[in-house]
Structures are given as structure tokens and as C-alpha cells.
């Protein structure tokens, strides 16, 4: 296979101009700036789930008392975090898409923390629910 055909290969042959109609602030994450919200409206009650990259709990919103899941972001590069925080600030409107609803972030550590809806859910992984 020639370098050419290598080349060709690669570029995604679905999508592959989808942003270049839109405005350079929807795509580009590493200019954005992240307004953060205030961790004291929010307080967290139990722990729901891990992955690589954060730990995820259920809290709620103080001054309206609602619940809400939070999800604390372990240490990783500023740039991650803000191309993440970028991807669901676009698509949170979108069926389907647990809404965003506020970027916390730890005074003392710079700890961020993404704060979502709560949603009803079925856990499957319990043998009872089936």
C-alpha cells in the first residue's frame, strides 16, 4: 500500500468536515473559559460509580434541595478536562443527553467536578432487577 493510500485510509469518510460549519467557539476548547459555579450550592451524599478518570456520586443542589450526580474529576491535564467540558456543553441540549448543569471546581485543590442531572435508573448489575 502506498503512503498515499495510508493517508487516504485515515481521514474519517463520514463527518470528516462537520465542524467546518460551525463557529470556531463550538469547537475550539482550548481557548474556552470554563466560568465555574460554586461548590457550596452542592452537596454529596453517596458514592455510585468509578472510572479512569473520575469517581461519581449523588448529591443534591442546597438552595433548591434537588438531586443531582456529580462527578469529581480525578488529576489529569487542564486541556482533557476543558475538551470534555467542552463536548457536553454541545451536546447537552440534544435527546437523550443527561444535561449538564454546573462546573464546580475545589478552591483549595482545583479539583473539578461536573455536576448533572439525576435520572431514575434501573441498575442491572443487581441480580433483583431483573
Given at each position: ?9 485515515r481521514l474519517p ?23 465555574w459555579g460554586n ?59 443527561v444535561a449538564l ?30
Amino acid at each position: 500500500m502506498t503512503a498515499r493510500a495510508l493517508k487516504r485510509e485515515r481521514l474519517p469518510r463520514l463527518y470528516k468536515d462537520v465542524l467546518s460549519k460551525k463557529p470556531k467557539e463550538y469547537w475550539d476548547y482550548e481557548k474556552m473559559i470554563v466560568k465555574w459555579g460554586n461548590l457550596e450550592h452542592y452537596e454529596v451524599t453517596q458514592k455510585i460509580g468509578r472510572g479512569k478518570y473520575s469517581e461519581v456520586f449523588t448529591g443534591y443542589h442546597v438552595p433548591t434541595n434537588k438531586k443531582c450526580v456529580i462527578k469529581i474529576l480525578k488529576p489529569v491535564k487542564k486541556k482533557k478536562i476543558k475538551r470534555e467540558i467542552k463536548i457536553l456543553q454541545n451536546v447537552s441540549k440534544g435527546p437523550n443527553i443527561v444535561a449538564l448543569l454546573d462546573i464546580v471546581r475545589d478552591p483549595l485543590t482545583k479539583t473539578p467536578c461536573l455536576v448533572f442531572e439525576h435520572i431514575n435508573n434501573t441498575d442491572w448489575k443487581t441480580p433483583a432487577n431483573f
